[in-house]
T-cell receptor, first 116, second 113 residues
């Protein structure tokens, strides 16, 4: 069964550094997302991406964050200058269709980001 | 404010026993409700989806119910197995965009031999 893959599985970085989290969505999916989950808390929506542009973003997704689909397969999340509170598990997800009833989110296994 | 509350926060049951997890939501307008299973260190995986008109839906040993009037859902697991140990997350979607998807904090289930 096709999977969403994320790399790296764990990233440690110093405060103020830039990080890029990488994702390869399922190949025939059209909608891509980033979520984050701070340890012990709920999964939170960050951003959705369709047709090579951001379709929605949450208030968490400020100017420090950006997303890109540099080629036909990768989908990246960049954090420009990391803060301690950015430490979380970051999940990439994709879906075949948008708000369609039959279109569940398919999540990757996440990248655990630790900012020191 | 849209909210999804789950109970219990955690649960330990013996292998082979049944259990029921609860989800209460205040999301409006309601579109659908999904239960996801999240194994430790992995991403959530969809188990089942419920819409306004559906009361019960089964997926193997998992049975989800929905009462749209009281805004409650349950996930019943029968004949539990050790592999059922995971967090079970209730996710409610409102009509609209992706910000309208509200996650519960999950119920952490541990099945012991």
């Amino acid at each position: 069964e096709p999977e969403v893959t994320q790399t790296p599985s764990h990233q440690v970085t110093q405060m103020g550094q830039e990080v890029i989290l990488r994702c390869v969505p399922i190949s025939n999916h059209l909608y891509f997302y980033w979520y984050r989950q701070i340890l012990g808390q709920k999964v939170e929506f960050l951003v959705s991406f369709y047709n090579n542009e951001i379709s929605e973003k949450s208030e968490i997704f400020d100017d420090q964050f950006s997303v890109e689909r540099p080629d036909g397969s990768n989908f990246t999340l960049k954090i420009r200058s990391t803060k301690l509170e950015d430490s979380a598990m970051y999940f990439c997800a994709s879906s075949e269709l948008g708000n369609s009833y039959n279109s569940p989110l398919h999540f990757g296994n996440g990248t655990r980001l630790t900012v020191t | 404010k849209n909210q999804v509350e789950q109970s219990p926060q955690s649960l330990i049951i013996l292998e082979g026993k049944n259990c029921t997890l609860q989800c209460n939501y205040t999301v409006s307008p309601f579109s659908n409700l999904r239960w996801y299973k999240q194994d430790t260190g992995r991403g959530p995986v969809s188990l089942t989806i419920m819409t306004f008109s559906e009361n019960t839906k089964s997926n193997g040993r998992y049975t989800a119910t929905l009462d749209a009037d009281t805004k409650q859902s349950s996930l019943h697991i029968t004949a539990s197995q050790l592999s059922d140990s995971a967090s079970y997350i209730c996710v409610v979607r409102s009509s609209g965009g992706y910000q309208k998807v509200t996650f519960g904090i999950g119920t952490k289930l541990q099945v012991i031999p």
